[in-house]
């Protein structure tokens, strides 16, 4: 999806676009049941910190005025339905509740949300979304937004969740909220996806499904109710809250094994299921951000997709042995998920049943927020804390989520209360939660503690705590703790092996075009909020460690191609040790002017000096070409400044560019950090206890580099390297490494390797 328009100018009311695939799904659910809530997306937070009610309506008023999604409504025709933005002001309520006991005050708000959740909209008179506030102090609130499926997804909500509270904030505070001025708008995906359709881009995935689904027996279960009621799709949530150490064992399984806690439950769920109901394949449904693209990660708006799990189940398999096929699996279906769910279910029968709104039985979702506080969003004085969800009605027979919570994985089923009864839903969630211990039990002697606290609904900690300590020891030090790395996928077509690149901001635009024709290029780029590990000899592991795991969520089998610029090289190479290790092919490795770990610290104090020393005449030379490059826009002032160290450890400096809360302009803050990054790396590189790499790696040096004594053609690659090393010459210095007319020398090479490495050069060829 790297080819999305820029945002086009909308006369407001007048120029209907049409909808997207899944907007006219939910917008067909809402025609058929019009008093329905099915399609409503309702959501809680717990709102601390002192906000007045004329704050609240402004922010609102300021997203509505910049996400044009929340300002549309809908018309339908013959040919289907069209979105139209128009001029409105959003609906807000409040209700005060501040006079109410504490007890009183927990019934009544549970009982307004459920009520919210559960009042339909009309998307074709207005737009539809609206908010409520359960006021019970000045300094706390209940805040509900409930949205129709037709202008908002999950992703969506959490967007919405994080500016509304930093608007709040600003506003609070006086000042005009800091938010950069949006790509695009929603009505110009949805007419990027309408041309998509309309061409021969998608058929690769078209064919992929008709060979996945064929041949499938529709999946349905039978109701649990002795008295099946047909009266309508009314839901109720259960859920189980898992011990904290078994969420630490499983996500330190996947780190190891190279899961995705999707990935693990996901295996744990088609287990249980094909236990509970006596069969050796299971189809559910599952949900995908596909939002690969930067350009869609601030869009509000339904982007999600649909896509269609057929999963066997093979007798006497083990749970990892298990969970390593339907990781495959997933990774086959989430490479062909661009296709509409109503395109990849086109003359395919799910269920035999007509009363289902999507037309199959069990979905299976996953949300994490992957911080230390899961669940909260905090901006200055204000904090949002996520409340458990509300049932706007069951969609489906059995909903399968979890979510991560501060307590542990929250593991829940929302299932239809008309055919089924809560105890059908509890005994799939207890199954759940058995097969999600035995993935980990290979990796323990004794899981007993666990199993017990598992067969209750708050379990103790000091019953589990052994499991915690033995996971402790076993758990190598090198496994990330937290991500470091946000994935920007630059190219996301094509069958062949992926590039991954590592970098701490945008660099390799430049190459995609040249050298990623046929094959996905992912750019893991350094996340903003990312917490530096403690500085010692693992730190450069922990960090690969993060992009290994995210390397192998894209692609779990490989081979890999690795690219690296600097500093972030010596990531890489540690990034291929550990791919290797875990038995993942790495193809080459390209390094553009990266130092060799260990060549620099292995110099006398004397060369060291020297070598120092020699480097100083460069500084007038760099500093005139920095200068040119801050009045051509290329670099900012404050990157241009911090590339000396004299500025860069100023504690003055370091205090304006890192710990102040004041608005800035986005690149001086960035530079900032990218120099703080490169400082902590340089002195990681030093402690970093590398070891030879068997395996090809191509070295791109800079032509107006250095020569001599001290700074060897090789950089001391040639004393790691124990494969093939190519060390090849472009023109122009370090800083234009991804530039013109460095980058054309460096795709060329790079082109030539991949083809040598694929078979599709020769000697023969080379000379016609």
Request: charged residues 25%; glycine residues 6%; negative net charge.
């Amino acid at each position: 999806m790297t080819q999305l328009p820029s945002v086009v100018e909308q006369e407001m009311g007048i120029e209907p676009v049409r909808c997207t695939s899944i907007q006219e799904r939910y917008l067909k659910l809402q025609s058929h049941s019009p008093g329905s809530s099915l399609a409503n997306v309702a959501i809680r937070w717990l709102m601390k910190g002192a906000v007045r009610d004329q704050t609240l309506q402004k922010a609102l008023d300021f997203l509505a005025d910049r996400h044009e999604v929340l300002r549309t409504k809908f018309e339908r025709s013959a040919d289907g339905y069209s979105q139209i933005v128009v001029e409105t002001s959003p609906r807000l309520s409040l209700i005060d509740l501040s006079q109410l006991s504490s007890e009183r005050y927990q019934v009544e708000a549970e009982r307004l949300a459920s009520l919210e959740a559960r009042a339909a909209f009309d998307p074709v008179a207005a737009p539809p979304w609206r908010t409520t506030v359960l006021r019970r102090t000045p300094n706390e609130a209940i805040l509900l937004i409930t949205l129709h499926h037709a202008i908002a997804d999950l992703w969506s909500v959490g967007l919405i969740a994080r500016e509304f509270t930093a608007v709040l904030d600003a506003l609070e505070r006086g000042q005009r909220p800091d938010c950069r001025e949006l790509d695009l708008q929603y009505v110009d995906y949805a007419q990027w996806q309408s041309t998509l359709l309309a061409s021969d881009g998608l058929t690769g995935e078209r064919q992929y499904w008709r060979r996945k689904l064929s041949g499938l027996c529709p999946f349905d279960i039978k109701p649990t109710r002795q008295r099946v009621l047909d009266a309508g799709r009314d839901g109720e949530i259960r859920s189980r809250v898992l011990p904290r150490p078994l969420t630490d064992a499983m996500q330190s399984l996947a780190r190891q094994e190279g899961f995705t806690m999707y990935g693990l439950a996901c295996a744990a769920l088609t287990r249980a299921l094909g236990r509970k109901l006596e069969t050796d394949e299971i189809v559910i449904g599952t949900q995908d951000a596909n939002r690969d693209d930067p350009l869609l990660f601030d869009l509000v708006g339904p982007v999600v997709n649909t896509v269609v799990l057929r999963l066997g189940i093979e007798a006497g398999s083990d749970p990892l042995t298990h969970a390593r096929r339907i990781r495959d699996e997933l990774s086959q279906a989430l490479a062909n998920k661009a296709l509409p769910f109503a395109e990849i279910v086109a003359g395919i029968e799910l269920s035999d049943r007509k009363d289902l709104p999507l037309g199959y039985a069990i979905n299976f979702a996953a949300g994490n927020v992957e911080t230390s506080e899961a669940g909260v969003i905090r901006h200055g004085d204000l904090e949002l804390v996520s409340l458990p969800s509300v049932t706007t009605g069951c969609l489906y027979e059995f909903s399968f989520f979890l979510v991560e919570r501060q307590e542990g994985w929250r593991i829940s089923c929302e299932y239809n209360t008309d055919h089924h009864v809560a105890a059908a839903a509890d005994a799939l969630l207890i199954a759940w939660s058995e097969e999600m211990e035995a993935q980990v039990a290979p990796a323990e002697s004794d899981l007993n503690s666990v199993a017990s606290a598992l067969k209750r609904d708050q379990p103790a900690g000091d019953i589990v705590e052994p499991l915690a300590l033995s996971l402790e020891r076993r758990v190598p030090n090198r496994c990330p703790t937290r991500p470091y790395f946000q994935p920007c996928v630059l190219q996301s077509d094509g069958k062949l092996p992926p590039i991954f690149a590592l970098s701490n901001r945008s660099l390799y635009y430049p190459l995609v075009e040249r050298v990623a024709a046929g094959r996905p290029f992912i750019d893991l780029q350094w996340a903003d909020d990312a917490e530096l590990p403690p500085l010692d000899q693992d730190s450069i592991c922990r960090i690969a460690a993060d992009a290994v795991r995210q390397i192998r969520a894209h692609d779990p089998i490989g081979p890999y191609y690795l690219i690296s610029l600097c500093l972030m090289g010596n990531v890489a190479l540690e990034v291929a040790q550990q791919l290797k290790s875990l038995n993942g092919e790495v193809s080459v490795i390209f390094l553009l002017d990266t130092v060799a770990p260990g060549y620099v610290e292995s110099m006398s104090r004397f060369d060291r000096f020297l070598r120092r020393v020699q480097l100083t005449d460069r500084i007038i030379p760099d500093l005139l070409a920095r200068i040119r490059k801050v009045r051509s826009g290329d670099m900012s002032l404050a990157a241009a400044m911090s590339q000396y160290s004299i500025i860069r450890n100023n504690p003055l400096v370091r205090l304006i560019g890192r710990g102040s809360d004041a608005p800035r302009p986005r690149a001086t803050n960035e530079d900032f950090l990218n120099h703080g990054l490169m400082d902590y790396l340089l002195d990681a590189r030093a402690l970093y206890p590398w070891k030879p790499y068997d395996g090809e790696v191509v070295l791109f040096r800079s032509a107006k580099s250095r020569v001599g004594r001290l700074f060897v053609r090789g950089l001391g690659w040639d004393k790691v390297v124990n494969g093939q090393l190519r060390i090849f010459d472009v023109p122009g210095g370090h800083d234009d490494m991804t530039r013109e007319p460095a980058v054309a020398t460096i795709a060329e090479y790079m082109s030539w390797m991949i083809d040598r490495r694929e078979g599709r050069w020769s000697a023969k060829r080379s000379v016609g």
